[in-house]
């Protein structure tokens, strides 16, 4: 998500400013791809972790890949700091905060976890994309085609 999705914006508008956060630095640069990257057209990509700074990186989008890590989902003190980073560190990155974009990427794991914390705002649209098929009958509204077991 936060190499395809990243490559799509700036591939459909060159000049947007894209800042891709995780709970680690691994996991927020993928792969080999440089922490940085700019476009010709004054775009560019910056790849930070929790506890990273973004001082003079302006955004027009925000990609929050995973900000906090399953084992901590427990920790009232690790929610806390999630929420903080959201709230102290990103939001205000917008160069036109009416405009601005969040996408956030988390499985969820607690009812204050970040995608939590940003839905209870009430300013965000919330998709849920299940990872196990809720209906694999016939006549399920899911995509796949059903086969029923052939017995003989």
């Not at 996991?27 to 910056?46: D, F, Y």
């Not at 102290?88 to 969040?102: A, I, K, Q």
Request: hydrophobic share 35%; with cysteine.
């Amino acid at each position: 998500m936060a190499v395809v999705y990243v490559a799509y914006l700036l591939g459909r508008s060159p000049s947007a400013k894209i800042i891709v956060v995780s709970y680690g630095p691994d996991l927020a640069r993928t792969g080999n791809i440089p922490g940085e990257i700019r476009t010709t057209k004054g775009g560019s990509r910056k790849a930070i972790s929790i506890g990273s700074s973004v001082t003079g990186h302006g955004a027009d989008y925000i990609i929050v890949d995973d900000l906090l890590k399953a084992d901590d989902a427990g920790s009232e003190a690790e929610l806390v700091k999630a929420q903080e980073v959201i709230e102290g560190t990103l939001l205000p990155r917008f160069d036109s905060p009416c405009e601005g974009r969040v996408v956030m990427v988390a499985q969820r794991l607690h009812e204050m976890d970040p995608p939590g914390y940003l839905f209870e705002r009430g300013t965000y649209r919330y998709l849920n994309l299940s990872a196990i098929a809720q209906d694999y009958g016939a006549g399920s509204s899911c995509a796949w085609k059903y086969h029923a077991p052939q017995t003989g």
